[in-house]
């Protein structure tokens, strides 16, 4: 079973997430920033980081960062305040903006191989 890690400070936007990958067969992770996430990656390597970027403790440029390089999993920035340049000036695979619609979440997961 493919998993996926939701690293976001809203709980609702976790718990939402979370209802929505599960419903389609997904183990999920979640993390409230990135330091907790940085945790998660110790015990799992998900196959897709859905990631929040305005977060406190670390936030997910700070994230990012740390997880950077050839063996990270596909990220996907997820964002009410940010453009979509930022995901692309990060090296994110792909960015959904804030509210979401829950296929074009499906959709992007499916596609990076979640």
Do not use: W
């Not at 389609?24 to 945790?39: D, H, I, K, M, P």
């Not at 977060?55 to 740390?66: L, T």
Request: proline share 8%; with cysteine; aromatic share 6%.
């Amino acid at each position: 079973m493919n998993c996926i890690l939701v690293v976001d400070d809203d709980p609702a936007v976790r718990q939402l997430a979370q209802m929505i990958l599960r419903t389609e067969g997904y183990e999920v992770r979640t993390a409230s920033n990135g330091l907790e996430a940085l945790g998660v990656l110790q015990e799992v390597l998900p196959s897709v980081v859905l990631l929040d970027l305005q977060m406190p403790v670390m936030d997910g440029r700070a994230f990012f960062k740390e997880i950077d390089g050839p063996d990270r999993p596909p990220v996907v920035v997820l964002s009410a305040y940010e453009p979509e340049s930022v995901c692309r000036e990060l090296g994110a695979e792909a960015y959904l903006a804030k509210p979401y619609n829950p296929m074009d979440l499906m959709n992007i997961v499916k596609n990076l191989g979640g």
